[in-house]
């Protein structure tokens, strides 16, 4: 009888997680119709970082309609917001981005088409990001309230992650020190909770100060800051051999002169380092450093280098990768319409790639991704101060890159907002389980600090760095 009282016992208690499950699916689709909207809308007025006045302020208004209590201009940032409903313990966060990429205009049809040359587009979907992640917190705050759950649901508005940092100002500023666990998402190609470390990065820009001169009448009077730009960029090339294989090292030069015939005196270039470490990180910086000095050296120029920014690695978490997971598998991928299949394919087809994976891919959920990724995000940063779970959604077709025409095009469609509802639906159902299991949120707590082993967060960012455009 005890045995039998048991059955009926798990019988219960899962048939009740199912019945919460439902309800907490249904939340979120019927929020949907209006976050489409604003997804779209964020995708039309693109923004780049530090400079998301509209985007963060539509999604803010959206959480004060739902009952949320704001705070603006979080660390001094005018687009950073914190929105949190409820009281006490546990905290639980949703990070939301919305800032936009230079030079990546595209109109949302399968062919390069800007809708203005040379403007700011969404080609990392972040205007479905911020979106998605506010859907959630909403969501997740409607079921708190109906079932008289106690905690705090949290959304993290944050601003500037394409090469500006925006998260690191705001951990110094203290708004993650008293949340539980985090949890965030981004745009991709499939859909998979995540289990690798992404890599480390620092970005800065390298500034030469030469003299000016005739570069026919009188080139021996002039001191070219263009050479100590080409001097730099090839002792760094020459570095590539010698540096561990996951490490990327690119490059733009953002001024090289004014005319051919005038000898350049202000030279400027722009690099961004990345390693799977930030330790190895900080020893390949100080190389690119010595680069930068040999050019001044060689040419006869004064160099100043800049910090614009700095990302850690991401610190995983074993307990909130499989929460994330597990619930991913309960939404399931995204479905294409025929209509918007061949939209896929007219854009696969213009990647120019061989041996794309099948288009029926976005339908499926991937295992966790433990592949390194080679590109590099300031979740990291927040991964080393508290517990965070991070996913991916297929909001692109598979093979279709980020920060490219295709993948704005592809995130101001419908192929774009249904990779956004997998991602608002996974949130949601993850946020609600850590709400109402205690134990889960103990047990993320301990992953986290044996994933510290004693270490200490340090920002590549110097303390002091005044905020600014990133681009």
């Not at 760094?236 to 733009?252: A, F, G, K, W």
């Not at 800049?306 to 991928?333: C, E, H, W």
């Not at 061989?354 to 990291?380: I, M």
Request: aromatic share 6%; proline share 5%.
């Amino acid at each position: 009888m005890t045995y039998l009282n048991g059955l009926l016992g798990l019988a219960v208690t899962m048939s009740m997680a199912g019945a919460q499950t439902n309800v907490m699916l249904d939340r979120v689709e019927k929020l949907s119709p209006r976050f489409k909207e604003i997804s779209k809308t964020i995708w039309e007025n693109p923004e780049l970082g530090f400079q998301e006045t509209k985007s963060a302020g539509l999604l803010k208004d959206e959480l004060r309609k739902a009952g949320f209590r704001l705070k603006e201009n979080v660390a001094g940032l005018p687009t950073a917001f914190v929105a949190e409903w409820g009281e006490g313990k546990p905290v639980i966060g949703i990070i939301g981005e919305y800032d936009a990429l230079p030079g990546l205009s595209q109109q949302d049809i399968p062919e390069r088409k800007p809708v203005v040359e040379g403007a700011p587009g969404h080609g990392c979907g972040h205007n479905l990001f911020g979106t998605a992640s506010t859907m959630a917190a909403i969501a997740v705050k409607q079921q708190m309230e109906a079932a008289g759950w106690k905690g705090t649901i949290r959304l993290y508005g944050t601003p500037a992650e394409e090469g500006g940092a925006g998260k690191v100002y705001m951990i110094r500023a203290g708004v993650f020190q008293d949340v539980d666990a985090v949890l965030a998402w981004h745009p991709w190609d499939e859909n998979q909770a995540d289990d690798n470390s992404w890599l480390a990065n620092v970005s800065a820009k390298v500034r030469y100060t030469g003299k000016a001169a005739h570069a026919a009448g009188a080139p021996e009077l002039g001191r070219s800051a263009l050479d100590a730009v080409e001097v730099m960029t090839h002792a760094v090339n020459l570095m590539r051999e010698h540096v561990p294989q996951e490490t990327r090292m690119h490059y733009i030069i953002t001024k090289g002169g004014s005319a051919a015939n005038i000898v350049p005196d202000v030279a400027e270039l722009h690099i961004i380092v990345r390693s799977p470490d930030q330790n190895t990180l900080m020893g390949i910086w100080e190389r690119v450093q010595n680069c930068a000095q040999a050019g001044a050296l060689a040419t006869g120029t004064q160099m100043q280098i800049q910090v614009v920014s700095g990302y850690a690695n991401f610190k995983r978490n074993a307990v909130l990768r499989d929460l994330l997971d597990r619930n991913l598998r309960i939404v399931g991928g995204v479905t294409y319409t025929k209509e918007e299949a061949e939209f896929a394919e007219k854009v696969r087809a213009s990647v120019g790639a061989s041996n794309l994976p099948p288009l029926e891919q976005a339908s499926k959920v991937l295992s966790p991704k433990t592949t390194l990724s080679t590109v590099s995000t300031d979740v990291g940063d927040v991964s080393w101060v508290v517990p965070v779970g991070h996913m991916m959604t297929a909001t692109v077709p598979p093979g279709v890159p980020l920060h490219s025409w295709q993948s704005t095009a592809c995130v101001g469609t419908e192929i774009g907002r249904k990779g956004m509802m997998v991602a608002a639906k996974a949130l949601a159902l993850s946020a609600a389980e850590l709400m109402t299991k205690p134990e889960l949120v103990k047990q993320a707590r301990a992953a986290w600090e044996a994933s510290m082993k004693g270490e200490r967060y340090v920002s590549m960012v110097p303390e002091g760095r005044p905020v600014g455009n990133p681009h």
